[in-house]
């Protein structure tokens, strides 16, 4: 498709008319990019006209676009012409049209639902510069470290050009290296990246030590997976924290318990409780009378994190082994989930489980969503293969409108119907043999499976049948690059968790287009229509041929875990096939109900972290001033000795300001750790509330204003009780007894408390204890 058609135009009247309306309704996805293919046009010609001119030329022409306007056609359409030549001559890379209408529809601030294979690290290049040369500070934000890394390095000469300097932001830099790179023109980073450093920002005491300067201008890779997938993942910074001992005899006696006569679970994996034999069996093994007893808590919180970790969260589904540790699997990507962790107590528990060194207790010192980070910039726009499916959440959330942007070349991709069978065996069974074809046929296959046991289970199975495949997952991502590059291969057959469905591109060998190109065959569907876009998007890139086709079965998570069990089809070949149209309906009905509830259960989390979100800002307000405004000190001390303004001023006489500073920082971050942690106990039980018909929103907002209201004159106390304590003007802050952490870190939790999967042992036990204890 060409870009004459920019937004796949329908062709007859009444689908063109059914997309106006759309259109005026404003719905999401169809903002209309048509208004700006004559100021494509414009760029063309203007970019044929620089090929005659000079490097010195090209290179005036370039520095000349400081200044640039986004809004005014003229100086959008000057800035793309010389961008096209520059990149030509720097890069390599001419930019096609579709990439420049992507270009000037994020350069006006909107969202670009780009194919894959279409070149968007390229449009990213056209887009950070052109903000970049209206003066603001922008950042580019990428999948991983390595992509940003590799990008900022693609794109120096043709930043360069344009007088713009541009870096990466790497885990390793230390804080001096990562204020320098904070300062360049465009930076590359990853969103946790940029979230870390805010957190660290968040606890500075003096100016110096700041890395970030004001969040300004970001342009989002794959746009969806940071404010969709990732939206609601708290990045953490803590310091060290103390054991509970009684996790470990607890966590012995568990792993000694019998599905179904010590403990229950349920069907779909939300939970699990234990029985009265097994409230029996632990009682005798921890030599307790009664486990329930008011002081017996700890232990009850030990042993239903431990069954958590025993019943509900499954080794190379949930998490990999790895190197001796635990490490998390991204559910939306199949990757490893760098630095992510779940809560500490049941992060443990797993770990004793598989017999590895458990990690250090953390005391969470400060924490931000994702979302939140990405609210922090004045300006947001983005690109995605997949932006198009999540463009009412972006629309909703962001206010941001998506595009999309038609192909470079017509699509001839070819996507069969759904195959669905009654069995797993079954599907699988079919799977093989189509997969034993295609690799006969000399056809490259890539399979999508959802798991890391699946993805090796069904490489064993093709095993069976004589075809080797090579296994792409997150207990081997080292390798996929090496992997990914084979994987368009004349006969290459390659068996992948979701790591394969974003930010890859495969390309086809030679020989590979003549045998019908690559057969992407997903094993189930995933939890979203948008992730297995992403996965049928690695076939037929640029107008190649290609072939996708999902083989299902209703034992699939996506079913078993989102209704109630499935009554047997009507109509059932003997090989499992299912033709009853009925059970199609009732496999797409379920997987709308597990993208619904996690929709949900985003917006539930959004909204109890706003509450704490706005509490927070009120002491950042107060930190800020503390440390840009040479009188908040003096105001902030009236406060803390309201009736004796003779002590207040003597704490500021330039001799004990620096002192007096550190005290006051120090206690408005240690209130601030108790809130926030309070509020994490709270909430953890808050749902209990609906059993008493209250809305658990509308209490935790009520408990949290509460807690928050005695906040300001905890810290004043502790700064007047701590500073009374001082004996001489040139005391350090350590010679009051107040420590701040000898280290800190930062990870990921895994998704949120209470009702996430991952988490909800916790908030099971604070379900069993208030209703047993009335607490």
Known sequence: MGPSEPLRTPSSPGERVAAAVRRLRHDPGTADLRRFEPLVAD?????????????GELSEAARAQTGLDPDDDDAVSRYLA????????????????????????????RVADMATGEGKTLVGFLVAAGFALTGRRVHVLTANEYLAG??????????????????????????????????????????????????????RTVEAQRLLPPLDMVVIDEIDAVLVDDAVVPLVI???????????????????????????????????????????????????????????????????????????????????????????????????????????GLHAAIERKEGVAVTAQAEVLDQILVETVVRGYRGITGMSGSALEAADRLAEDLDLHTGVIGTHHPSIRIDEPDLLYASAEQRDTAAAARVRAAHDAGQPVLVGTGSVADSERFAALLAGHGVHAAVLNAKNDADEAETIARAGHKGAVTVSTQMAGRGVDIRLGPGAADTGGLLVLGLGRYVSPRLDRQLQGRAGRQGDPGRTVFYTSLADPVVTENIAPVRWPRSVDDDGLVRDRRSHRLYAHAQRVAEGALLQLHRTTRSFHTVTDNQRRSILHTRERLLTEPGALDDHLAGVWPDDPDTASKWTTPSRRGLTADVVLYQLDRIWTRHMNRMVDIREGIHLRRLGRQDPLEEFT????????????????????????????????????????????????APDSSESDADRAVAYFASARRALFGR
Do not use: K
């Not at 760029?43 to 490097?55: P, S």
């Not at 794109?155 to 990562?178: C, I, K, Q």
């Not at 004996?727 to 107040?738: C, F, K, M, R, T």
């Open 43 to 55: 760029v063309m010609e203007g970019a044929a006209a620089w090929r005659a001119h000079t490097d």
């Open 82 to 109: 010389v961008a096209c030549e520059v990149s030509r001559r720097r890069i390599g890379l001419a930019p096609y049209p579709e990439q420049l209408l992507a270009a000037v529809s994020m350069l006006r601030g």
């Open 150 to 203: 590799r990008d900022a390095a693609a794109g120096a000469g043709y930043y360069e050009m344009f007088g713009l300097n541009v870096t990466a932001v790497a885990e390793h830099m230390t804080d001096a290296e990562r204020r320098r790179a904070y300062g360049s023109d465009v930076v590359y980073a990853t969103v946790h990246q940029v979230g870390f450093d805010v957190l660290r920002d968040r606890r």
């Open 238 to 344: 803590a310091g060290s924290g103390a054991d509970t001992a009684a996790e470990i005899p607890v966590a012995d006696a568990v792993a000694a318990m019998t599905e179904g006569v010590d403990y229950e679970a349920d069907a779909g994996g939300a939970g699990a409780t234990l029985t009265d034999a097994g409230i029996r069996f632990l009682e005798d093994r921890l030599g307790v009378d009664n486990l329930y007893s008011e002081d017996n808590i700890d232990l009850v919180t030990a042993a239903y994190v431990a069954l958590h970790a025993q019943a509900l969260v499954h080794r190379d589904v949930d998490y990999v082994v790895a190197e001796g540790r635990v490490r998390l699997i991204d559910d939306a990507r199949g990757r490893i989930a760098q630095r992510q962790r779940w809560p500490d």
């Open 702 to 749: 009520l408990l949290a204003a509460q807690d928050f209201r005695g906040l300001a004159e905890e810290a004043a106390a502790a700064t007047r009780t701590a500073l009374d304590n001082a004996d001489s003007a040139d005391a350090a802050i350590e010679d009051l007894g107040l420590r701040r952490p000898s280290a800190t870190w930062t990870y990921l939790i």
